[in-house]
């Protein structure tokens, strides 16, 4: 459809459209096709804050591979009867999350799509869904990475904006737990007062369930008067700094002590997991919960099995499926994060129904085979998917079930074909909202050997 109106076409100031929107991204950006015009070959345009049927004003921040990138600072008309209004008074100039103007079951629809195209593309087909999960959508976040930008007298601290590097300036952030968002606007006046204020190019953000932590990366010592000012905010709104001068090696307090663990409760198991801020744990506390009661449902009766959780991080799955009396083994990359799973282990009394090992499931030729027969598999790999060892696993794999947690349908498709050819099945598979307004999506399936039935 042609754009109708364009201004600035041919000048460098950034172009300014009106188009109707034809698409909607799996992105969740409204998508729309500029045919041929005065010669110049056909442009998509995508464009935040936009849905399809709408007619919006747009302004182009980025040009990519032919593809131009917009922000539509107000919502098109006629309304799409998908927008909602925003909870966020930033959206959408700030870039964190996408699909604030979405109502929810539309934003789910979304992302449920986003799994079902990546499954078609590999001929996947599950035997059944489950019904999308969401149980918040504000206030859940509790890990971030904001920027720092200083420019002139004026501190900005938030996210990145919109197809850009520039940082947006926040006042709070709704996705954030409040903790966490009404530190936003102290920050910025403190590191306006600091003499490396330009020196600070991102503060990260970590909380338990209840003690924050900010690690404060610094390119240049900080002066005595600025730990004075970082020991006062510290004191006055009750959470724990970190200095990072390099890399998360170099985390450290105010007085030069190693860095203070944090905690979060698994009720329903009794268990008390610590972490290090820097190390991996979910966003969404809430949300784990049902991802680990989803995952310990789809094994089923654990009494007297042998499971293996491969990317087990600090042991979130491992330890609620030794509570249910399976005998797990454990393994992760990170030695430290493996540390602290065994310290997890025995602080909660199942150190003697697990066993850890750190392992790169990738390279490592260790981690080529299974050192034991299993009953059941457990993965929860990164983006990048289990990797080149699953077919090698699962070679050597004689039990029924693999429960697969995954936090890209892309990769989680492509490893579905791996399992089909080893003569497993997706038997269910469903989205859990772990990030909502955004478009990343939690997976959970489960595979079962092509003729087994489930016990339990």
Same mark, same amino acid.
């Given at each position: ?6 201004? !600035? ?26 045919? %041929? ?11 935040? %804050?936009?849905? /399809? +049927? ?36 930033? =959206?959408?100039? !700030? ?10 079951? &539309? ?28 149980? %918040? ?12 930008? !200083?420019?002139?007298?004026? @501190? ?8 850009? %590097?520039? @940082? ?43 003690? #924050? ?42 007085? +030069? ?22 190390? =991996? ?25 042998? @499971?293996?959780?491969? =990317? ?22 990170? #030695? ?34 299974? /050192? @034991? ?6 993965? &929860? ?9 699953? /077919? ?53 399936? !489960? =595979? ?9």
């Amino acid at each position: 459809m042609h754009p109708l109106r364009v201004r !600035c076409a041919m000048s460098k100031k950034p172009v300014e459209l009106t188009l109707a929107v034809e698409h909607l991204s799996n992105e969740g950006l409204g998508e729309t096709v500029i045919p %041929n015009h005065d010669g110049a070959p056909p442009r998509t345009v995508m464009m935040r %804050n936009a849905l /399809p +049927g709408e007619t919006v004003d747009a302004r182009v921040l980025k040009r990519r591979k032919g593809v131009w990138y917009a922000e539509c600072a107000t919502a098109g008309e006629p309304a799409s009867p998908m927008r909602s209004p925003s909870a966020c008074q930033h =959206f959408p100039r !700030c870039g964190g999350c996408s699909l604030h103007h979405m109502k929810e079951q &539309d934003a789910l629809q979304l992302k449920q799509s986003q799994l079902q195209q990546a499954l078609a593309e590999h001929n996947i087909e599950p035997q059944g869904w489950q019904k999308p999960v969401r149980i %918040n959508r504000l206030g859940y976040r509790r890990k971030a990475r904001l920027g720092v930008r !200083c420019v002139g007298e004026h @501190v900005f601290v938030g996210f990145r904006e919109s197809f850009s %590097n520039r @940082v947006a300036r926040l006042d709070n952030c709704v996705v954030l737990t409040p903790q966490l968002s009404g530190l936003i606007t102290p920050l910025r006046s403190l590191i306006g007062q600091l003499s490396i204020a330009s020196k600070i190019p991102q503060i990260e953000f970590a909380q338990g369930d209840s003690t #924050a932590v900010l690690m404060i990366r610094h390119l240049q010592p900080m002066s005595p008067q600025d730990l004075v000012l970082w020991q006062q905010f510290e004191q006055q709104h009750a959470v724990i700094i970190l200095l990072q001068s390099g890399g998360y090696d170099t985390l450290q307090t105010l007085d +030069g002590q190693p860095p203070e663990r944090l905690g979060y409760q698994l009720p329903n198991w009794g268990l008390h997991m610590q972490f290090l801020p820097h190390q =991996f744990t979910q966003v969404n506390l809430e949300m784990n919960q049902v991802l680990i009661r989803y995952v310990l449902a789809l094994l089923g009766n654990l009494k007297h099995k042998k @499971v293996a959780d491969l =990317f087990c991080g600090v042991g979130n799955f491992t330890l609620p499926l030794a509570r249910q009396g399976a005998q797990v083994w454990g393994y992760e990359a990170s #030695a430290d994060a493996v540390a602290m799973a065994e310290e997890n282990a025995q602080h909660n009394g199942l150190a003697e129904r697990v066993s850890f090992a750190a392992l790169d499931l990738y390279t490592d030729s260790q981690a080529a085979a299974l /050192p @034991v027969q299993v009953d059941a598999l457990v993965l &929860d790999p990164p983006r990048s998917g289990a990797g080149p060892n699953l /077919p090698r696993w699962l070679a050597d794999f004689k039990g029924d079930r693999v429960v697969y947690v995954s936090c890209n349908p892309k990769t989680f498709a492509a490893d579905a074909v791996h399992l089909q050819t080893a003569g497993f099945v997706l038997q269910t598979v469903g989205i859990f909202d772990m990030f909502p307004n955004t478009t990343h999506v939690e997976t959970i399936g !489960c =595979f079962h050997r092509t003729g087994a039935h489930a016990d339990g």
